[in-house]
């Protein structure tokens, strides 16, 4: 799978999405709490008028969570069940990258 990705850190560790994806950058905005959620969703934002759920991709994969700063970034992208908001610590920009350096989600250990 060849193209361009955003990269970004989350804590410590390099990933990316593909630009594709990718819908907007936003500042860190404070997000609405709402019961029942899994650990890793921290809410919903408003984005352009849509409720969008806002996830911390850092306590899925096992790390530890994001610290809430105001000067990490929320990635805003196309999902199959719409749109999703990401919280990354820091932006890298953006990679080229081929077939041999990619590694899909499906490969990586996602713990349960």
Do not use: Q, W
């Not at 919903?44 to 899925?60: E, I, S, T």
């Not at 530890?64 to 805003?76: G, T």
Request: net charge negative.
């Amino acid at each position: 799978m060849n193209g361009a990705y955003l990269a970004f850190d989350l804590r410590g560790v390099c990933f990316a999405v593909g630009l594709h994806e990718v819908v907007e950058v936003l500042r860190m905005v404070a997000p609405i709490p709402l019961p029942g959620l899994a650990a890793e969703v921290l809410g919903v934002v408003d984005y352009r008028g849509a409720v969008v759920p806002l996830l911390d991709p850092a306590r899925r994969l096992g790390l530890l969570p994001s610290a809430r700063r105001l000067d990490a970034k929320i990635v805003v992208c196309t999902s199959p069940s719409g749109l999703l908001g990401i919280v990354v610590d820091e932006l890298r920009g953006l990679v080229e990258a081929g077939e041999a350096e990619y590694r899909s989600r499906e490969a990586m250990p996602i713990p349960a």
